[in-house]
């Protein structure tokens, strides 16, 4: 069983189109999907066409600094997951960008690697993207869900036939703990089924 997760979508705005570019390319290559603007007027048009999870905003450019387009963005969306990134960092336009709730303020040139991690961070907080681990645990807690429900058993009679508790029960079907291999042992028990069925098609 495959976890399907939405298509995530970063807009870069930067009026230098060589960093766009540049951006774009690396974060393509990290399968999302990218589009880049080096208008930042054009910014709030955009995010009512489309929507994106991630938006990278450069603080310096013509026509509209990057404060003045977070506090655009921030009246359509409070949510919205938004960086600052400037080759020009200073602590007022930092402390200024975290009120504006920007989850990230990131300095020019940037390191790669640290740059992917800001990235996979954002997303992972956001709900967006999942490590190995946390799939894992998604794919057993549907799994279990799933033959229980064909079983048409509450989880308080699945407490009784595994002799685990309902909420250790309950945290392991929506992924919130990781079942031990004695837990997972005695679910497959108590639903009749091989333990490694537990494990869909991972």
């Keep these: 069983m495959e976890i399907e997760l939405p298509p995530l979508r970063i807009l870069i705005v930067d009026d230098d189109r060589a960093i766009c570019d540049y951006m774009q390319t690396l974060l393509e290559r990290d399968g999302y999907q990218v589009k880049a603007l080096s208008d930042p007027t054009l910014v709030t048009d955009e995010l009512k066409q489309l929507e994106y999870h991630l938006v990278i905003l450069d603080l310096m450019m013509p026509k509209r600094d990057g404060l003045e387009v977070l ?48 990235i996979a961070r954002i997303m992972r907080k956001k709900g967006l993207s999942l490590t190995p681990e946390e799939e894992l645990h998604k794919v057993i807690g549907e799994s279990v869900r799933r033959y229980r429900k064909d079983l048409n058993l509450t989880l308080k009679q699945m407490a009784r036939r595994t002799g685990l508790s309902v909420s250790l029960l309950s945290q392991i079907e929506r992924a919130e703990t990781s079942a031990s291999i004695s837990s997972l042992y005695k679910i497959s028990a108590g639903l009749e089924v091989k333990m490694r069925e537990l494990f869909g098609a991972f």
């Design 71 to 118: 506090r655009d963005v921030r009246k359509f969306d409070k949510d919205l997951a938004v960086v600052i990134f400037t080759g020009y960092p200073n602590l007022d336009t930092a402390v200024a960008a975290m009120k504006l709730d920007a989850v990230d303020y990131i300095r020019k040139p940037f390191n790669v690697d640290e740059f992917r991690a800001v």
